[in-house]
C-alpha cells in the first residue's frame, strides 16, 4: 500500500526502521513517519471505533483537522495519528470511544 515511486517526488527513499506495537502486535515502520501512514501501509485501515454506535473510523483529512484518526498512543487518548510521527517502541492502541488514560507503566 506505499508509495515506493512517485512521478514528481521521486524514488521513495531509504529510511531507519523501527518498531512500534499495534494492539500489541509489533509492526516495522518507517522512523518518523506519520503512525497513520505506517499502519496504512501495515494494511490497517480502523484506528478508532465511535462511541454512540461503535463505527469504525479510520484515516479522513489527514491533516490534523479532523478526529477520524484518533487513537490512544503510549496511553494518551485522542491522539491525531495522522500528524503524531512513530518513534521505537511506541504503544499504539485503537481508540474505543472517547478512551481512556493508560498508566504508560501498565500498573
Ligand atoms: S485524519 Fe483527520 S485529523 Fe487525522
Not at 524514488?11 to 501512514?37: H, S, W
Not at 479510520?58 to 495519528?81: E, K, Q, S, Y
Request: glycine share 12%; with cysteine.
Amino acid at each position: 500500500m506505499r508509495v515506493m515511486s512517485h512521478p514528481i517526488l521521486g524514488d521513495l527513499q531509504d529510511q531507519k526502521e523501527i518498531t512500534i506495537y499495534f494492539d500489541g502486535k509489533p509492526l516495522q515502520v518507517r522512523e518518523d513517519e506519520p503512525i497513520a501512514a505506517a499502519l496504512l501501509g501495515a494494511g490497517i485501515r480502523v484506528f478508532r471505533k465511535t462511541k454512540k454506535r461503535g463505527e469504525s473510523r479510520g484515516l479522513f483529512c489527514a491533516i490534523g483537522r479532523c478526529t477520524d484518526c484518533m487513537m490512544t498512543v503510549d496511553g494518551v487518548p485522542n491522539v491525531r495519528t495522522c500528524v503524531t510521527p512513530a518513534r521505537e517502541g511506541m504503544d499504539v492502541r485503537t481508540q474505543i470511544g472517547l478512551g481512556e488514560w493508560r498508566n504508560p507503566c501498565g500498573k
